[in-house]
């Protein structure tokens, strides 16, 4: 039996209560659920597929203990059948509010919820319903792709007996062959692993799916298959998608809206061409994501900024259980 790759349905469920949406209205220039794209739209009935409200989370780094806001009173909505793009520099906190809203860490303050579960209270109910997938995905690097994604669908309940049909049906979309399926992951070039992990996450059939940076590092034509990948989940498929990226170009083809973070905080928020506007308009810039990204934090995608006051160092983040 073949395993569906159409998302398990979601609860409509009202939000708990006393976390009323009213309460802090998410900022940012766009409300309303997102514009036909590719055939799919954006949906507005229940609760939005991903509410974050007001968070706020802190790491003590180094010997001098220095407290800094990772994420810094970020609120943002993200409706049911969208692609939302999140984009910032090295440490700007993306991957931070990723794992947040994968229940990898813990909210100082505020509030997560996804579909209306709230990640602190309903942990496991947000798990049935999300997956993640990292720009560092780990494996079990002696087992095959085919025994690393059985094993994932184990862990969720998934019978084996469909799992290789589907395994290949979705790698082979991906641009890696039956051939490949049998070999050790770590004789895999880092591409073929990041398909692995894309195949992975989507063999589960995520309402959530959070790609954290999947094309980060790998050739252009690797780069290209996981892009059309994406698309045909927006078109196909009923998926929710949260995507960060530094690549600019890739934001502009596959996301419905897109939100800016600087130094941990949400700066801006909107459809690419929304913001291609209003640099434009408000700044007489050429009308690109680069002029966006530029006006709104005053520096490159490229650069890192782990050095100044008030932000995260992912790396460093990263072995501490954060970034």
């Not at 989507?202 to 790998?218: A, K, N, Q, V």
Request: glycine share 10%; proline share 6%.
């Amino acid at each position: 039996m073949a395993i569906s790759t159409e998302p398990r349905t979601t609860p409509t469920d009202p939000a708990p209560s006393g976390s009323s949406q009213g309460e802090h209205e998410p900022v940012g220039p766009t409300r309303q659920a997102g514009p036909v794209v590719g055939g799919a739209r954006s949906r507005a009935d229940g609760p939005p597929a991903l509410l974050v409200d007001r968070v706020t989370k802190r790491f003590v780094l180094g010997r001098r203990k220095k407290v800094v806001n990772a994420v810094d009173d970020v609120s943002l909505r993200v409706a049911r059948g969208e692609v939302y793009g999140i984009l910032g520099a090295n440490g700007g906190g993306k991957s931070t509010l990723i794992r947040l809203v994968s229940t990898l860490l813990t909210i100082d303050e505020g509030r997560i919820e996804v579909f209306g579960h709230d990640v602190a209270r309903d942990e496991m109910a947000v798990k049935r319903v999300i997956n993640r997938v990292s720009v560092d995905a780990a494996f079990f690097k002696k087992l095959s792709p085919y025994e690393n994604l059985v094993y994932a669908a184990r862990l969720y309940g998934m019978p084996a007996s469909g799992v290789r049909v589907e395994a290949e049906r979705i790698l082979a979309r991906l641009g890696l062959g039956r051939s490949r399926l049998g070999e050790p992951l770590e004789q895999l070039s880092r591409g073929m692993q990041q398909k692995v992990a894309i195949a992975r996450a989507i063999l589960t059939s995520p309402s959530l799916l959070l790609l954290d940076e999947p094309t980060t590092g790998l050739d252009p034509r690797s780069k290209l298959d996981v892009q059309a990948f994406i698309e045909e989940l927006r078109e196909e498929h009923d998926a929710t998608i949260v995507l960060t990226t530094h690549d600019l170009a890739e934001a502009d083809r596959l996301c419905d809206r897109l939100a800016i973070l600087d130094r941990g905080r949400l700066v801006v928020e909107g459809t690419p061409d929304e913001l291609k506007a209003r640099v434009r308009a408000e700044h007489g810039l050429s009308p690109t994501l680069d002029s966006v990204f530029m006006t709104w934090t005053g520096r490159s995608l490229d650069d890192d900024i782990e050095d100044e006051p008030g932000d995260e160092d992912d790396a460093s983040l990263r072995t501490k259980g954060g970034g």
